[in-house]
Structures are given as C-alpha cells and as structure tokens.
C-alpha cells in the first residue's frame, strides 16, 4: 500500500508547482507589458515573414553585416574588410585616440545593450559587443559621410559595393542604436560634418528629382539639403496643422535608428518625429464610407478622377480634391522605383509589425492604398505620365507586380486616408458625375476631337439660324407692291 501512495505524493506536489509556475507567469506577463519600454528595440523581422522563400532577398544584408545579427557570417568577410578601413578613416578624422574612444562606448556598454532585444545578444559578453558596436558604428558614419562627399574613389571602394551597402543600411535585422552614433559624432572634431551628412544621406532617400528624365543614380550622389528646403517643409507643415488629416504626434529627442529616421522622414518631412498616433481624422466629415469599389487607376480616371503629382514627397501628403463640376483630382507624393525600393518597403513594414513598436502604420498604410491604385501596367503608366511614379526598375508591368506583391497580406490603419478614399468613393459613385466624365473621355480626349465637335457644332447653330430666318424673314420693301 505504501508503495502504491509513494509516487502520488510527488506527483501532486510537481502539479502543484507547475500551476504555481503558470499562475506567476501570468503575472509577469502582464507586469512586463504593464513596464514595456515605449522605445522598440532592435531584433529580428517578425517570425511569419522569415518563413518566406525569398526571405533572405529582402531582410538580409548583401555586402556587409551591421550589428550583433548576423555578424561572423564569413558571406560577409569582403564588407569586414570595408568597415576595418572605414573605422581607421573615421577615428584619423575624429582627431582621438583610437582607444579612447573604444573605452567611451565600453563604459556605455550595458546602457547600449538594453536597446536590443535580449535574443540578440545573449551569445556576446560585453567585450565582444563593444568591439562589434564600435567597428560598426564608426564604419556607418565614415560611410555616410563618404557617399554625401563622394569620396569612396579615395579609399578604392567599388561602385557595386557602395550601392548594395547602401541597401544594407536599411535593413532591419542590420541596425544600431542611434545614441551609439550620437555618442561617436560627439567624440569626432567633425561632429556637425557628420550630423549633416546623415540628415544629407536620408533626404537623398526621401525626396525625388523635379525632372523624371535626370539621372537618379547620380542625383542622389549630387543632390544636398538646403536650409531653405527645412524653412519650407516646417512651412508646410505648419500651415497644414487645421487640415482634416492631421495628426497629434509626439516628438522625440532622437531616433531608434537609421531605418527610423528614414521612416519618420518619409512619412512627415524634415525634423523627427517619433511615437506618431493618429489624431481625430475626419472630424468635420460625416458618414464616411470605408467601402471603396474602385479598383484602379484606370477606373479612377473613367469617373473623372484624374492624377496629379503632390508638393513634397511625405507619404502622408495624399489628398482630394474636386474641380468644376465633375472632374476630381487626386494628390499623390512622388516616389522613386528602383532595385532598392522592395527590400526597404518591406524592412520598414517589418519595423512597423515589431510587438513593442506603437506606431501607425503609416508605410504599411501607404503601400496599401497605392497597391489599390496599381492593378497592372496600364496604372503604373498613368503614374507615370503624372510625374508620380519615377520608374528606374524595368518595365510598367514588373513595377505593377512589384506593388501587387508587397500589398500581399497587409493590415493597413483603417484610419489613414479614410477621407481620402471616401471621396474617391463618393465620387466614384456618383452615376452624373461618370456619365460626363464618360463623354468627356470619349469624345474630347484630343484637341481634334474637340475642334470636329466645336465645327459641328457651329455649323448646326449656322444652319438652325438660317432656317429661322428663312420662315421668320421680315417682308422686303417690294412685297407690298401689286401689279395693277
């Protein structure tokens, strides 16, 4: 009997501690929601999107690994090579010692590790992340400094290499703590170089070329932030604070990192801004219609809803508006089409869905309604025609299917371009409006088909008045007279 109770005793107790156990970590968990910090940190793409077959073409780095992610990857042994000699560039420009500066960021070592998530990295002790971070953080500041001053020639660093490092820039899983660059810059001579050159950097990302047959390789490598151009983008947004759209975001001394910065500029222009949520959107409209039938571009303008190219390139400057009576407008930023434009839509969309990121999904919203508009080549061409569209990747068709996929699977922010697509709605419904939309496109799409329907026109008012006066003629002088 004894030896039949024997084991039950344990077993009661083992259930007894593994409920105690489960019951504490629902405790914990809420605690650590409750005590989550509001700024995210750096970790892996989210786990669905790295089940996808061309994972590796989009989230991973192609030339240089950055971080404690994907570092000792001997795929990246070249890029080694490259961040060894730009680290001796920037620390001979900085005017320091090499080892004071190494020492500066060992002593903010564990301050700096909290900005990753623990995953990241638990296989590193703190010198063998100092030694990451510094290599690393000297390297992205000496090479954006470099590809704002052209001087990669200098160094005998390949064209090919500086384009897909570029790229690498930008990837999620390839971040550093923007303070570890902060606390770099403040150690260098050349700090407001440096500063400068990284705001240079993203704007040369962001905006788009005026002219859509200039090179945009070499822009880009050309182009330089103007003070006036800052003056004009707080401007513009100062005067856009009463617009229906706006929203309440909350500023922020700096950003997360690179690819925040480039998303927080894409998204609202020059400054930073950081924790952006949605205001009261719509507040002056009422029953707004979420609903949209259009399918694209090419419906749109059957309904009269034509395209045209927006002031800046901030991916929240979508807008409607209504001309005359039947022909409405739709305001659309300019975008650049190029091999680099899916990896960083899709790495910042990857930012967007990080758990401890609050944001609102602006770039997923954006990809989104764009992805509404571009159905096939015919839109892309119509994108392009309005100077929306800057197309340096191929055909119309592989742009079209560019958007068509990224748009897979997406949950945008409902509240994002809801007034827009209610009008578009609206409009579009509107059976009047189409039907002379309809005609207009039909029969006056060309100066010749207006002028054949202008002298028809005159011709039928000519022969309608020479009719009229023919009955109607007042009687002659001679009428009166009869023969005697």
């Known amino acids: 009997m004894g030896i039949t109770e024997e084991p039950q005793v ?3 107790s083992i259930g007894i501690t593994n409920l105690k156990a489960k019951l ?17 940190k750096i970790q892996k793409v989210i786990f669905f999107l790295r089940e996808q077959d061309d994972f590796h073409k989009n989230y991973e780095p192609k030339v240089v690994s950055l971080g404690p992610i994907h570092h000792g990857n001997p795929n990246y042994q070249l890029g080694e090579n490259y961040k060894l000699l730009l680290t001796y560039e920037f620390i001979e420009g900085s005017g320091k010692n090499m080892e004071d500066v190494y020492n500066m960021i060992k002593e903010k070592i564990h301050e700096l590790r909290t900005c990753f998530e623990e995953e990241v990295t638990k296989a590193y002790d703190d010198e063998a992340l100092t030694s990451i971070l510094f290599v690393d953080g000297c390297a992205i500041l000496q090479y954006i400094y470099c590809a704002t001053n052209k001087k990669f020639k200098e160094l005998n660093i390949k064209t090919d290499s500086v384009a897909f490092g570029q790229q690498d820039l930008f990837l999620l899983e390839n971040q550093l703590p923007y303070r570890l660059l902060t606390w770099l810059m403040s150690s260098s001579v050349k ?3 440096l500063s400068k050159s990284i705001e240079t950097y993203i704007d040369l990302h962001v905006k788009v070329p005026e002219d859509q047959q200039s090179n945009w390789l070499s822009w880009r490598l050309c182009q330089r932030s103007k003070p006036q151009q800052a003056q004009r983008a707080k401007e513009e947004s100062h005067d856009d604070e009463e617009k229906p759209q706006d929203r309440t975001i909350s500023v922020a001394k700096e950003p997360v990192h690179l690819l925040d910065h480039l998303r927080t500029r ?3 222009g020059q400054g930073y801004i950081h924790g952006g949520k949605v205001g009261k959107i719509n507040q002056n409209i009422q029953n707004v219609q979420e609903w949209q039938s259009y399918r694209n571009v090419q419906e749109l303008k059957t309904a009269g809803i034509h395209l045209k190219r927006g002031k800046n390139c901030y991916l929240s400057e979508i807008k409607f508006t ?8 739709l305001h659309l930023p300019p975008i650049v089409v190029d ?4 990896p960083k839509f899709l790495n910042l969309v990857a930012y967007e869905m990080c758990l401890d990121f609050e944001n609102d999904f602006g770039v997923t919203s954006y990809i989104s309604f764009l992805d509404s508009l571009i159905d096939e080549a015919y839109d892309v061409k119509k994108l392009r025609k309005a100077q929306i569209l800057h197309n340096f990747l191929g055909s119309d068709e592989e742009v079209a299917k560019l958007f068509n996929e990224i748009g897979t699977d997406l949950v945008p922010n409902i509240e994002i371009y809801k007034e827009v697509r209610s009008e578009i709605q609206k409009h579009y419904e509107n059976k009047w409006m189409t039907w002379i939309a309809q005609v207009f496109h039909d029969y006056f799409s060309s100066p ?14 000519l022969t309608i008045t020479q009719t009229w006066y023919a009955v109607n003629s007042p009687p002659g002088p001679c009428k009166n007279l009869t023969p005697k």
């Not at 968990?29 to 005590?35: C, I, R, T, Y």
């Not at 091999?339 to 899916?342: A, F, V």
């Open 266 to 268: 894409m998204l609202h």
């Open 448 to 461: 010749w088909t207006f002028i054949a329907f202008f002298g028809a026109l005159l011709a039928l008012a």
């Open 322 to 329: 209504k001309q005359f009576l039947f022909r409405g407008q």
């Open 191 to 193: 700090k407001e170089e």
């Open 10 to 12: 344990p077993s009661i």
């Open 339 to 342: 091999d680099s434009t899916r």
């Open 24 to 40: 504490e970590k629902i405790r914990e968990a809420k605690k650590n929601v409750m005590n989550q910090s509001q700024t995210p």
